[in-house]
């Protein structure tokens, strides 16, 4: 069986996720530390015991995920699972910064530092109410990019994420992407609506913060990774540092093509995913781009010990 490690993105944040992972591995325990002090504030604490609100911040929440997704990583390797068991990494946006801290291409003190300075300049790229995002169900990518472009009317409004076969993310100014809601219900989409997010991602309107990632790219050390990197703007995979590099700033304004990638890596052969970390949404998504590639989701102790038992019997 060839399987893939996946990583999840934001919205997969809970207060106490990766608490049980840290009880249970002192490797797991390490980096939250790890992660604690390249920050100089007790994430660990926000994450396990904080608010709810506070965590969801963009600037807050990119870190905890990676944070979560390398301690239940760290909890496999503990049970004897290494990174060999996996013929590609991939993420979900800011996931692709867990998945190339997991395939040992960043540190994890590195990654944590990345994360904070891309959640505060994707927030500060535009100003609050400015911008929207909203998930579309029911109408593929084509459409949702019509949809997109005849909502524009002069502002911004883009296909943002393609996550599955029925559900398209737009993202640009609000009252585009209002405009978007309207004519994809037109168009016969089954649902659209508003997410619950703090600025508009994976959009034009994300250029000032583009530039911050590719100044704070620049000055840390990016390791080819020990397995290929399926690239979210590219649904491709890569090795290449430099390569990767510029694609890590690229991917702040371009799509996130993750019905693309799974299909990639069915092409490659995958025929199971992993789901590190919090949340089980990428398993999801798995299912519905390509029904015969089997799902797991590790994010608790339990989790760690089934996947443990299963690859190595």
């Known amino acids: 069986m060839s399987r893939a490690f996946i990583f999840p993105g934001q919205g997969a944040q809970t207060i106490?996720?990766?608490?049980?992972?840290?009880?249970?591995?002192p490797a797991a325990r390490a980096v939250?530390?790890?992660?604690?002090e390249a920050l100089g504030e007790k994430l660990s604490a926000l994450i396990w015991e904080g608010d709810q609100n506070d965590l969801t911040l963009t600037r807050n929440a990119q870190p905890a995920l990676m944070a979560t997704s390398l301690a239940a990583l760290r909890a496999l390797e503990a049970e004897g699972v290494t990174l060999d068991a996996a013929q590609f990494v991939a993420g979900h946006s800011l996931g692709e910064y867990s998945a190339l801290a997991a395939a040992g291409a960043l540190s994890i003190a590195d990654a944590a530092r990345l994360l904070r300075t891309r959640g505060a300049a994707m927030q500060e790229a535009v100003p609050v109410g400015v911008g929207a995002m909203a998930a579309v169900l029911g109408l593929d990518l084509a459409a949702v990019r019509e949809v997109a472009e005849a909502a524009a009317e002069g502002q911004i409004c883009q296909?943002?994420?393609?996550?599955?076969?029925?559900?398209?993310?737009?993202?640009?100014?609000?009252?585009?992407?209002?405009?978007?809601i309207h004519l994809a219900k037109e168009r016969g989409a089954k649902r659209a609506m508003l997410l619950p997010v703090s600025a508009p991602f994976h959009c034009a309107l994300m250029a000032p913060a583009a530039q911050v990632m590719q100044e704070?790219?620049?000055e840390v050390d990016l390791n080819t990774p020990q397995v290929p990197?399926?690239?979210n703007v590219l649904a491709e995979a890569v090795s290449d540092p430099a390569q990767i590099r510029e694609l890590l700033v690229s991917q702040v304004t371009g799509a996130v093509r993750w019905r693309e990638s799974v299909m990639f890596m069915a092409r490659e052969g995958v025929t199971e995913t992993w789901e590190i970390g919090a949340g089980k949404a990428l398993s999801g998504m798995v299912r519905r781009i390509e029904r015969e590639i089997a799902v797991r989701n590790v994010g608790a102790p339990d989790d760690v010990r089934a996947a443990a038992e299963a690859l190595n019997g």
């Open 16 to 25: 106490g996720m990766g608490k049980a992972l840290a009880d249970a591995y």
């Open 32 to 36: 939250f530390a790890e992660v604690d």
């Open 159 to 180: 296909a943002a994420n393609d996550n599955d076969p029925g559900q398209v993310v737009v993202s640009g100014h609000a009252e585009a992407v209002e405009r978007a």
């Open 216 to 218: 704070a790219l620049a």
């Open 229 to 231: 990197l399926v690239a």
